[in-house]
């Protein structure tokens, strides 16, 4: 009987590539996983860690498998929070850094400038601290007004603190919040 073992007892069946000619199931004793074809249906196979096998005559869907079917079927709004969550990653990453970044070295600097400067870095500072504040809501799906504003405030030249970062982190925030499913998944406008 040919048989193929698969990746590591981590990985679940559905994510193991799969044909219709192959049967895909998992030792018992030691979880690793076999992608055996579909001809040898019923016949015994033995484990490399000895467990002696009969190959199901069907697909086997492990835990991990239906764990992630209930949760696709049960709840789509987790579904497309997760969604909503990938496609953010990126732009309120951006975000966060680009603030900080601001905050740490204009907040070092405020001490050691003239006053007319320091009003100038001052306003710096909040807008500063109103992005990151804004881009962690962003990133947590908490208030879609918020972080809609903070990917406004970044692309205005003379807000943005650091405007050659500010600008495409707000452009790429803002196409990214103008999805509906992305839109849809906040808490709150």
């Not at 040919?2 to 030691?30: E, H």
């Not at 860690?49 to 835990?63: A, K, R």
């Not at 003239?114 to 306003?123: C, G, H, I, M, Q």
Request: proline content about 5%; charged content about 15%; overall charge positive.
């Amino acid at each position: 009987m040919s048989q193929t073992l698969l990746d590591s007892r981590t990985t679940p069946c559905s994510q193991l590539k799969t044909s219709v000619a192959f049967i895909c199931f998992r030792c018992k004793a030691c979880g690793k996983a076999f992608k055996v074809q579909s001809t040898s249906a019923g016949k015994q196979a033995k484990c490399i860690c000895g467990e002696h096998l009969i190959v199901p005559t069907h697909y086997v869907q492990d835990s991990d498998d239906s764990r992630a079917e209930s949760n696709s079927k049960d709840d789509p709004t987790d579904r497309d929070s997760r969604y909503a969550k990938r496609r953010l990653k990126g732009p309120s990453l951006g975000l966060i850094l680009l603030a900080l970044v601001s905050l740490l070295f204009f907040g070092t600097s405020i001490l050691s400038l003239p006053p007319s400067v320091a009003l100038l870095v001052l306003v710096n500072l909040f807008t500063s601290l109103i992005i990151l504040i804004g881009a962690l809501q962003m990133r947590n799906l908490k208030s879609y007004s918020l972080a809609l504003g903070t990917a406004i405030l970044s692309t205005i030249p003379f807000c943005s603190p650091m405007v050659w970062l500010g600008i495409p982190f707000g452009i790429w925030s803002l196409v990214v919040l103008a999805d509906r499913d992305v839109r849809g998944s906040f808490e709150s406008w």
